[in-house]
């Protein structure tokens, strides 16, 4: 298996069809958004972790991407934070290790970023394994998106947020404004 760290903007056509089939397999409820674009919400990565096979059909395994974005705490306070978003392990390939060998790649990619912390979203269910990656609960905080004409709403109240801490320690209490849909 091969792992890199791929510049949005080096995606090539048949990589993006690779890793929005890799989504539409994992993720079948949402097939209908994954097979036309990878960006959920819209929200554009500015790099990918992929990881393919090396059997010569360079099959995406594994994905996570990675946003960044300025969020306001209580308005007015900004933390310069990066996300990751459609974080995916081909069913046939999960309970190997590969999440912890994105994560580490992830890691990686941001650490010269100056980020006060990294931010996700998930389903609850999914808390404890990304726990195991040093991710923490946000329960201080009410998160929002804001839409494209300016209305705030809180986020799906079925996902749950997850900070990495690196700047701070501790993710701040208060209001937070993602300035744009959650990803």
Same mark, same amino acid.
């Given at each position: 298996?091969? $792992?890199?760290? @791929?510049?949005?903007?080096? !995606?090539? /056509? %048949? ?6 089939? +890799? ?57 310069? $934070?990066?996300? @990751?978003?459609?974080?995916? !392990?081909? /069913? %046939? ?6 999440? +912890? ?83």
């Amino acid at each position: 298996m091969k $792992i890199e760290i @791929i510049n949005e903007k080096e !995606i090539t /056509p %048949d990589l993006d069809l690779k890793i929005r089939e +890799g989504l539409c397999r994992s993720f079948p409820q949402y097939a209908d958004t994954f097979i036309k674009t990878r960006y959920w919400n819209g929200i554009l990565p500015v790099s990918s972790i992929v990881l393919t096979s090396d059997d010569g059909s360079s099959t995406v395994i594994a994905h996570a991407g990675i946003i960044k974005r300025e969020i306001l705490i209580d308005g007015n306070d900004r933390l310069s $934070i990066f996300g @990751i978003q459609n974080v995916f !392990i081909q /069913p %046939d390939f999960r309970g190997q290790g590969l999440l +912890g060998q994105l994560m580490r790649e992830i890691l990686k990619a941001v650490e010269s970023g100056g980020y006060d912390c990294g931010l996700l979203f998930c389903v609850p269910e999914l808390e404890k394994v990304y726990s195991g990656f040093s991710w923490e609960k946000i329960s201080n905080a009410s998160i929002s998106a804001v839409d494209n004409e300016g209305l705030v709403s809180p986020i799906s109240a079925a996902n749950i947020a997850m900070y990495y801490p690196l700047r701070i320690r501790e993710f701040p209490e208060g209001d937070v404004n993602l300035q744009g849909y959650d990803w």
